[in-house]
């Protein structure tokens, strides 16, 4: 194992190097010195960046159970719990549907999220932060070498919390095993992972009485647990765990270098992925609830499978001159599957989807100056499941402190397999659209300007046909209320339009701070089938300083958040999905936070007073219909990285 060691410094890397001259004696030990930048961190893109140790107000934005910037996303009141979504995006990374189940997957790594490392010594990573009443969350990384060339990593994020509600706790657990090895010619790499990961939420159903028990502002009602959710009898909870085992491995056929440089010239390699993966969504119910309407037993116990295996052979090209081309066939078999056939009068629905798809495809990327051009296009031989997903994107900078981008996608796939097959114990949740539900078309165009000194600007136009989405049976009648009876799947058969403007900036003084990020969007569409608020806007200001002879870096301010009002999604528990409600509008509230933050060596300390303005304002405040979000709460943890 490479025996540098890392200096740790009060401010900026975290990490110096001795620049006194050094006898011969030490040279040996000058070539082993490292800085922070040795740390790497490699995307599922083999994009390289390295750890950074510093405090900044992104940080700040990304401490959170997702550990990452929560902009578009709507959090409900309990960590682990579900978010509505404020910003929309259709690009798709995937050319297969999922399970479906999305409201459940937010801190489920798929498999192109996780990391691969590089490191010189052992490097670790903790996060700790407090929840809500009982429990805590903790996510841990450890990252080793036995060689240069051959590194590992073992993670694991653990999370429950009991909630300030009857019946809301959350759990998750998420566990990653990762390796990534080059031999000592480079001829030969390899990367791999295992994942194991497991996300269990009771289910209260929301409020029963918000008018009287949430937005009256009553005493006896402040202290949440006595407030009357709908399942207080019929426990519920909902489910989903996953497992997968991933390989990527290449060998270099031709590999010629520039000379006696090390930068190389030419090359042709040979690649295979693999991918396998099982996973399963469960909702149970101790006792059948009107709510849902009728049911075939007293008890429910709803589980929905999915296994997959990928695999993926390519041939790699890459000159100095001409760029790095890819091109690759991929074989897709799945089995989407219930444990029943469900036969009704006029219909039978199957136990299972399953089958077998077969893809070509290439990629190509060059850098020419301050020029970079890339390229994806996926196009399918045999299947039923997706059609084709079409990415590409030109950048330019303008200098050194400007940067312009296009890009361009199209795709079109069935939509996730809950749309298509679904089987429930309670009747109206049982639907197969596997041979009437047509494939949903993607087109967009984004453009980007990246500038240190006018702020960030993008701008993505898309069109969508066939957009599928979960909404109330309009042909049934029923109170108001009892909607839930009746959520089903649909397709939109006119296209909508889609608008998203965003705009970030950052200006300083001194010390001071204004950190500004502000989102438009626009719908054009037939029908409202995608509610999306038209404002969204986060506006920081805080004061940054050393403090205690630069022993400890601070940072402390407050945050504003705030959206239009508009009609909010709804949560169904049965689906773990958001269906389209336009009755009710939520939203045009603020959401103030105060923070104080500090850097003391490698470790960054959060401390926030979190919603403080609901302590003066009116409960109005809600993440979806009858699910409020948060009242103001006191929470603190930290970040913390050690090295040896």
């Not at 620049?19 to 893109?45: G, T, W």
């Not at 609830?289 to 075939?296: R, T």
């Not at 008890?299 to 090209?317: C, E, G, P």
């Not at 709804?570 to 689906?575: D, E, F, I, M, S």
């Amino acid at each position: 194992m490479a025996q540098g060691r890392p200096i740790p410094t009060e401010q900026g890397s975290g990490f110096k190097k001795d620049l006194k001259p050094k006898s011969k004696k030490n040279n040996a030990s000058q070539e082993d010195e490292v800085s922070i930048k040795d740390y790497k961190i490699i995307s599922f893109e083999r994009d390289t960046t390295h750890l950074d140790t510093t405090l900044t107000i992104y940080k700040e934005y990304k401490y959170n159970y997702l550990r990452k910037d929560d902009f578009e996303l709507m959090p409900f009141s309990n960590i682990g719990q579900s978010y509505n979504k404020l910003g929309v995006s259709f690009e798709r990374q995937k050319l297969y549907p999922s399970i479906g189940a999305r409201a459940r997957h937010y801190n489920y790594l798929e498999m192109e999220e996780v990391n691969y490392y590089n490191v010189p010594t052992p490097m670790t990573d903790i996060l700790f932060k407090t929840t809500f009443e009982q429990g805590q969350l903790l996510d841990a990384l450890l990252t080793f070498n036995t060689s240069k060339r051959l590194n590992f990593s073992i993670s694991y994020k653990g999370l429950r919390s009991l909630g300030k509600y009857q019946f809301d706790q959350g759990e998750s657990g998420n566990f990653m095993a990762t390796t990534n090895y080059v031999t000592r010619n480079g001829r030969y790499s390899l990367r791999a992972h295992i994942a194991a990961q497991n996300a269990e939420n009771e289910e209260n159903g929301g409020l029963t009485d918000k008018e009287e028990q949430f937005e009256s502002g009553l005493a006896t009602f402040k202290d949440r647990v006595k407030v009357d959710v709908r399942f207080n009898t019929a426990r519920a909870s909902n489910r989903v765990l996953g497992k997968r085992y991933f390989l990527d491995h290449k060998y270099k056929l031709i590999k010629k270098q520039k000379d006696s440089s090390r930068l190389e010239k030419t090359s042709l390699a040979i690649g295979h992925q693999f991918n396998y993966e099982t996973k399963y969504t469960q909702f149970i119910q101790s006792t059948a609830d009107a709510y849902f309407g009728d049911s075939f037993l007293s008890n429910i116990d709803d589980k929905a499978n999915l296994k997959t295996f990928y695999n993926q052979v390519s041939a790699d090209f890459y000159n100095a001159t001409l760029g790095s081309l890819q091109a690759n066939i991929s074989h897709y078999s799945y089995k989407y599957f219930f444990n029943s056939i469900l036969i009704k009068e006029n219909e039978t629905i199957e136990s299972n989807l399953k089958g077998e798809e077969v893809a070509l495809g290439a990629n190509y990327q060059k850098q020419i100056g301050g020029f970079f051009v890339k390229g994806k296009v996926k196009y399918n031989l045999m299947g039923v499941l997706t059609g084709n997903i079409i990415d590409a994107a030109a950048s330019y900078h303008l200098n050194k402190k400007n940067r312009v981008g296009v890009a361009f996608h199209s795709s079109a796939r069935l939509p996730n397999f809950n749309f298509l097959l679904y089987q429930s114990d309670y009747q109206n949740y049982n639907w197969q659209n596997s041979s009437n539900f047509k494939k949903e078309r993607v087109s967009s165009l984004t453009f980007n300007f990246d500038s240190k000194t006018f702020g960030n600007l993008t701008a993505n136009y898309a069109t969508v046909d066939n957009y599928a989405y979960f909404a109330f049976d309009p042909s049934q009648t029923v109170e108001e209320g009892a909607e839930n009876a009746f959520i089903r799947p649909f397709q939109e058969t006119n296209s909508l339009q889609h608008l998203k403007v965003k705009y970030s900036k950052e200006f300083k003084l001194k010390g001071f701070a204004l950190n500004n990020t502000v989102m438009y969007q626009n719908v054009s569409q037939t029908n409202n089938v995608l509610n999306v608020p038209q404002l969204v806007t986060r506006n920081t200001l805080y004061f940054s300083a050393d403090t205690f002879k630069k022993a400890m870096y601070v940072q402390t301010g407050v945050t504003l958040k705030y959206f239009t009002a508009y009609t909010m999604d709804a949560y169904n528990p049965v689906l773990g999905e958001f269906y389209v409600q336009n009755e009710e509008k939520l939203g045009g509230y603020p959401l103030l936070d105060f923070f104080i933050n500090a850097k003391v060596r490698q470790t960054r300390i959060f401390l926030k007073a979190e919603h403080f303005n609901s302590l003066f304002s009116k409960y109005d405040y809600y993440a979806a219909p009858n699910y409020p979000y948060r009242d103001f709460v006191i929470r603190f943890g930290l970040v913390w990285n050690f090295f040896s």
